[in-house]
């Protein structure tokens, strides 16, 4: 006789309880875990860059798209030099983090200057991919994963907006400023200014890496149950451990 390979919903008349085989799609704990860490990414994106360019200086610096277009990427710190005659550094911490206002008209690091749109496309196709993935390739169980694909989705979203909004990205973090390579005659080991959207998504990528590395928490295997009720786990019941030990004195 052949089992039924379509199980039917329990008494409650829901169905079975999802596995740690299940994927993140069908979970809503998988999805809050996501979503939450998204959108406190880019709270937290957001709020640093408006603080930095209120604070960092002794007046606000105010960004208007219509200034940014006019001036183009190669005069675009203009907008920053013109509301505060300089833009000389403030020490966090020495040797190891200041702030700087800078905007940016291209993406991670400066790379691709003027070059918005695509990068605007760009980053609606890589969040996109990166939340089927989060649905797909994930377990319903697999937090650190959630985790790290919601840092790479706030941090995406949060200079989307500055891209939208302002027709640039705003930097402000410059982490090691003093620090060189060695044998290089003096060049800085870290030039670029960054924002805390880079940082997540940073922070995102090499989590994921490591996830995939170490290949994540292993889910126990689970005996099929065609009765509708949750599946159970493999595991010896008391008989079958007595039954072991007294064949085991047999033996002997």
Not at 3 to 17: F, L, V
């Amino acid at each position: 006789m052949t089992p039924d390979r379509n199980p039917k919903p329990g008494p409650s008349g829901r169905p079975s309880a999802l596995t740690a085989e299940t994927p993140a799609l069908r979970s809503k704990r998988a999805w809050a875990v996501f979503l939450s860490i998204a959108v406190l990414a880019l709270i937290a994106d957001l709020w640093s860059k408006d603080l930095a360019f209120r604070f960092v200086h002794d007046r606000p610096v105010v960004v208007e798209r219509e200034a940014v277009l006019e001036l183009g990427p190669r005069r675009l710190n203009e907008i920053i030099d013109a509301q505060t005659g300089y833009r000389e550094p403030v020490v966090v911490v020495p040797h190891i983090l200041e702030l700087t206002l800078v905007l940016n008209p291209g993406a991670v690091f400066g790379i691709g200057a003027g070059q918005r749109w695509i990068f605007v496309f760009f980053t609606l196709i890589a969040m996109g991919f990166v939340t089927w993935a989060f649905g797909t390739w994930t377990h319903a169980k697999q937090w650190p994963a959630h985790a790290c694909a919601g840092l790479l989705v706030g941090g995406g979203l949060g200079n989307l907006y500055d891209r939208l909004v302002f027709a640039c990205v705003r930097d402000f973090l410059h982490p090691l400023p003093t620090a060189t390579i060695p044998g290089t005659g003096g060049r800085p080991l870290w030039p670029y200014v960054s924002n805390v959207a880079d940082a997540l998504l940073i922070v995102g990528i090499v989590g994921l890496v490591l996830f995939a590395w170490f290949g994540g928490p292993q889910p126990a295997r689970e005996r099929v149950n065609f009765s509708g009720d949750a599946p159970t786990t493999d595991a010896p019941n008391e008989e079958g451990r007595r039954g072991d030990k007294d064949a085991g004195n047999d033996q002997a």
